[in-house]
């Protein structure tokens, strides 16, 4: 029998005006909603809908964002009877994945999403770090050319997304010293992107070291679906093993190939990206060709998913 995957965005996905539809028609994503802010104490509802964007972009506000409108549009779907025979979350989609899996809270989860993102933000102060996106190139070419610049300096793949397109990470000018050896070799295409920290490398250590003291106050329950996690891109199904899995995370790449790859083995044959775009659609479209692939943000592609 076929598998369905849910699968969770993480930043980047947000836009002014997200999660208004859910809120206003479903009364499972108004109570979602409803809670975050009040575990907040201040209103993310108020900012997923009317912005302004430069509050949005913040990191510290960015991910309990997008978090909230995910977690809405699970409520919903997991209201209209479907269910996942597994779920994954790229990066901070990892977060949503646990709370659909109920071995989180929401109220916890938006809380210790909101800690995150502050602490990632003052983990490397502005300018020091950089990231840049790699499209066209081998991904084993770019963690050789990655580990040739680095030095005494950090630079390392911070998203390996699909068999030709990452991201990496690190000191600015070991990030700028990879760029023009990716184009010395004639090696895709690469340019810097607009990110206010290096995310998921070694500059985030003292971040992981943060929130592991956070996460020391959390009890994880065993998932009740099975978690695909982006450290080891390995099924998770113990709450005990979520923690680390989670603090690790922030230094470590998104191993997001393998994780698509490891549920197409497993049989999965359809995923359905449960948040705000369909960024993570679009990548496992150049990972496999054979999946049926779907998104639901919003009343019209509830409807769609409904009908299907």
Not at 39 to 44: P, Q, Y
Not at 93 to 99: F, H
Not at 229 to 251: P, W, Y
């Amino acid at each position: 029998m076929s598998k369905t995957a849910f699968v969770f965005p993480g930043q980047a996905s947000q836009y002014q005006g997200m999660g208004r539809e859910l809120y206003e028609n479903y009364k499972e994503a108004h109570n979602v909603f409803e809670e975050a802010d009040q575990a907040l104490g201040f209103s993310i509802s108020k900012l997923c809908f009317e912005g302004p964007d430069s509050e949005l972009q913040l990191t510290a506000n960015t991910q309990p964002a997008i978090l909230v409108v995910s977690v809405a549009a699970y409520r919903v779907l997991s209201k209209l009877g479907l269910r996942p025979d597994f779920v994954a979350g790229h990066s901070l989609g990892e977060y949503s994945a646990l709370v659909a899996a109920e071995a989180i809270d929401l109220s916890t989860a938006v809380k210790l999403v909101h800690k995150r993102g502050m602490y990632m933000q003052e983990a490397v102060e502005v300018g020091f770090g950089a990231m840049a996106a790699i499209i066209g190139a081998d991904l084993e070419i770019v963690k050789e050319v990655c580990k040739k610049v680095a030095g005494d300096e950090v630079c390392s793949p911070a998203n390996l997304n699909t068999p030709n397109q990452a991201v990496i990470a690190g000191h600015k000018s070991a990030v700028e010293r990879a760029i023009e050896e990716l184009k010395a070799r004639k090696a895709g295409r690469a340019r810097m992107l607009p990110v206010s920290a290096p995310f998921h490398c070694e500059l985030m250590k003292s971040a992981a070291e943060k929130l592991a003291i956070d996460l020391k106050e959390v009890s994880f329950q065993d998932p009740i679906f099975p978690i695909v996690n982006n450290v080891d891109a390995s099924i998770t199904t113990k709450g005990g093993e979520l923690k680390e899995n989670l603090i690790r995370q922030v230094f470590s790449p998104v191993r997001w190939v393998e994780s698509i790859e490891l549920m197409l083995d497993n049989g999965v044959e359809r995923f359905i990206e449960v948040g705000p775009k369909n960024v993570l659609i679009g990548l496992i479209k150049s990972i496999t060709r054979s999946a049926t692939l779907l998104n639901v943000e919003d009343r019209k592609t509830l409807e769609q998913i409904s009908l299907s």
